[in-house]
């Protein structure tokens, strides 16, 4: 239309990229705050530093809108498997659609890389499986009493599965 001014295209509100362990601070900073303690899901700085060399290991770090790492996955993708091995988000920062941007990520990047079965395991009552489910995992198994509470119980692990 003559006389509109045209306007940028809007910034897109989280950006998804490669990390290092470089960013191993930040990405422990986000992982202390958004995992509940009760649950022991949360992995120990050793536990990330010694998989992030291993082989097909990529660590993934998201900004929000403003350009603030708001949260952060770890994945792993060997021949046609790629498990999400973990996934959190700032508490302040969740509820605006970074855990999905981060999951779409993980899919993009395992079938990028020809990974076609994709996997993760998750407390049984953690909110991210209903955010699992809607970008397209399914249920496919369950590990009793995986995770030990502080508190002395016991909970189950499900197993989600992706065929992409
Ligand atoms: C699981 C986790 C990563 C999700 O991150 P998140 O950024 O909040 O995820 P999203 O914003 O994409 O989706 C979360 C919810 O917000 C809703 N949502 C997404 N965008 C939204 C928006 N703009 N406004 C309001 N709600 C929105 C989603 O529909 C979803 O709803 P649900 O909770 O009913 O399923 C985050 O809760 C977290 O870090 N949890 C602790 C760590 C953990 O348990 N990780 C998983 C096991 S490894």
Same mark, same amino acid.
């Given at each position: ?8 295209? $809007?910034?897109? /509100?989280? =950006?998804?990229? &490669?990390?290092?362990?470089?960013? +191993? ?6 992982? @202390? ?54 996934? $959190?988000?700032? /508490?302040? =920062?969740?509820? &605006?659609?970074?855990?999905?941007? +981060? ?6 990047? @395992? ?54």
């Amino acid at each position: 239309m003559i006389g509109e001014t045209p306007r940028p295209l $809007a910034p897109s /509100p989280v =950006t998804v990229l &490669q990390a290092s362990a470089e960013d +191993l601070d930040a990405v422990m900073d986000i992982m @202390a705050a958004a995992f509940p303690p009760t649950y022991g899901e949360a992995w120990t700085r050793s536990q990330c530093a010694g998989i992030l060399p291993m082989p097909g290991v990529a660590l993934r770090l998201a900004t929000d809108a403003r350009g603030e790492l708001a949260g952060f996955s770890l994945m792993r993708v060997v021949a046609d498997e790629a498990e999400l091995l973990l996934i $959190a988000v700032k /508490p302040e =920062t969740q509820q &605006q659609g970074i855990g999905r941007a +981060l999951i779409d990520d993980f899919i993009a990047t @395992a079938t990028a890389k020809r990974a076609h079965h994709l996997h993760l395991e998750v407390r049984e009552g953690n909110r991210a499986i209903a955010l699992y489910k809607r970008a397209g995992f399914a249920l496919a198994g369950r590990r009793r009493d995986y995770y030990r509470c502080q508190d002395g119980r016991a909970v189950d692990a499900l197993t989600l599965v992706l065929v992409a």
